[in-house]
């Protein structure tokens, strides 16, 4: 597969495979009501990476979209949510493992972009990915999130007091 290049905000990232090596990005939100609280959504008892813990709103960009759009798109699929990008907030870039099920395995450079996101409206209708859904305070969130790369991001935005 060609390298297809995802424009963002801060520099050209890639999606594909080159040299064995395939590439992902992965926009997620803090998606805030103005209100200072944060929404988290609960991954189903299927999901094969994280199973029923809580979660951001988001998901992998497609071929060609911008994070940011990815990011609003994933809100809407996931939360039934409309949204706005106020901005990038944390980025990080690892190797990992992806396991898709217990037989498919890959290994991938993943970029995850956070973004936090504003909507007005608390209406929210979980997609078949999520079981529940809970609007939280910023300190909740930090108790009830189990993902380290999530709690990462919590923790960053909590000790530089940035605004949700």
């Known amino acids: 597969m060609p390298l297809a290049h995802i424009k963002s905000s801060q520099s050209v990232l890639r999606a594909g495979t080159q040299n064995d090596m395939q590439y992902d990005c992965i926009a997620k939100a803090i998606l805030t009501d103005g209100d200072g609280n944060i929404l988290l959504l609960k991954r189903s008892t299927s999901d094969v990476r994280r199973p029923n813990q809580w ?14 759009e990815a990011v609003i798109r994933e809100i809407k699929e996931e939360s039934g949510l409309e949204a706005t990008m106020k901005r990038l907030v944390f980025a990080k870039t690892e190797v990992v493992i992806w396991e898709e099920d217990a037989l498919h395995k890959h290994k991938t450079n993943a970029t995850w972009q956070y973004f936090i996101c504003f909507t007005k409206d608390k209406n929210v209708v979980v997609s078949h990915e999520h079981s529940e859904y809970r609007w939280v305070s910023l300190s909740e969130a930090l108790e009830i999130v189990e993902y380290h790369r999530h709690l990462e991001v919590l923790r960053h935005v909590r000790d530089n007091q940035l605004e949700i």
């Open 55 to 68: 979660d951001f709103p988001g998901g992998h960009v497609d071929d060609g979209e911008q994070p940011a």
